[in-house]
């Protein structure tokens, strides 16, 4: 195993979003998952402390521990051994589904997974501050866990530590990033269980994925695409609507399989055109088609029975501003994307976004197709996210 190195780094990963395919991928059709902009960004910084220190300011969660009781919990061979000590250690119960328990506990099994060969332990501060909400269905666990992957691994020497020139960013090569999802998934699934995967690969690679059958292929090239994301913060069950469309389906199958096979017609036919604004310049037929779209698929799922009023709201004060939107992710509440423009004017935008603020509704102006999981300097990095990690 490669010594610790002495660490100060900051890295990102983006959150995600399903641009279409949402229910219909459950039942075999086409989905593409999206990363968005919205970021969590973690700092590493070694120590001599004796101690491992993680904070994590969004969710009211600060703790340490020293090393001397964490070494014990070292497996002798790895998965369930560790998974049991640390039940143990921690006090939480399996099943619990406590978002800050959740958190400290994907850290620990990460730490202890990736150090578990070192001589010694290494001591270490890690702060993580996101962008993204939390349980809004974004992507916010994955992205905690691609950090925290990526730290770690870089940290131990299993992948490599890029050299960044001031008020730059740098990515890994393909390889290391195989080894940062793969270790993201491991905590991915001790915070769901049961994951697909899908949110940690769109963190760790960025872009748009093409999810079909289990099998996630990325784009080649993509373009970045702005929008509004809109979280209406009507909470939902995502396994309530996924058995609703299920049991419609088979109350309905001749009404409902159609509609089905439209929306993964909407999820290939928007593929076609992502590649095609990649490849040729973006033009206005485009993002009309892409608007087109955006309306047929909101149309299937409330047919599927996944709309909700304050999804209704937010189509119509979005289209009021000719701006074209649907639910991502479960619906039934939850959160919508809104396309927008390039040349769509910065006052639209602000007037939308008061008018949604005015539901009480949260938004932000982002966009979809970022990069994956990177590697900042820290003048690369907003200095106002640089200095609420540097305060832990």
Known sequence: ??????????????????????????????????????????????????????????????????????????????????????????????GSTDTQSMAVFAFLYLYLSVFAKSPVLPSMTVAVWSELPTGAGLGSSAAFCVCVAAALLSTQGTISSPQILENSTARWSVEELELVNQLAFQGEKIIH??????????STWGGILRYHAGKMTPLERVPVLRILLTNTKVPRSTKTLVAGVKDKINKFPTILIPVLESV???????????????????????YSMLEELIDINQHHLNVMGVGHPSLDVLCRATL???????????????????????????????STIQDLKAFSYECWETSIGAPGVQLHSSGAVNQDILCILNSY
Not at 193 to 202: E, I, L, R
Not at 264 to 286: F, G, N, P, Q, R
């Open 193 to 202: 269980g049961n994951p697909s995967g899908v949110d940690n690969a769109v």
């Open 1 to 94: 195993s490669a010594p610790v190195r002495k660490r100060d780094v900051v890295i990102s990963a983006p959150g995600k979003a399903i641009l279409h395919g949402e229910h219909a991928v459950v039942h075999g059709k086409v989905a593409l998952a999206v990363s968005l902009n919205l970021r969590t960004f973690l700092r590493l910084q070694t120590s001599s402390s004796g101690k491992v220190c993680i904070n994590l300011p969004n969710i009211h969660t600060f703790l340490s521990w020293d090393l001397t009781l964490l070494q014990p919990l070292l497996p002798e061979n790895r998965g369930s051994d560790l998974m049991k000590k640390l039940r143990e250690f921690t006090g939480i119960a399996e």
């Open 264 to 286: 993964d017609a909407v999820s290939c036919k928007c593929e076609e055109i992502l590649a095609d604004m990649a490849t040729c310049s973006a033009t206005a037929e485009h």
């Open 320 to 350: 009021a501003r000719g701006l074209h939107s649907k639910l991502t992710g479960a619906g039934g509440g939850g959160c919508g994307i809104t396309l927008l423009r390039p040349e769509t004017d910065c006052c639209v935008i602000h």
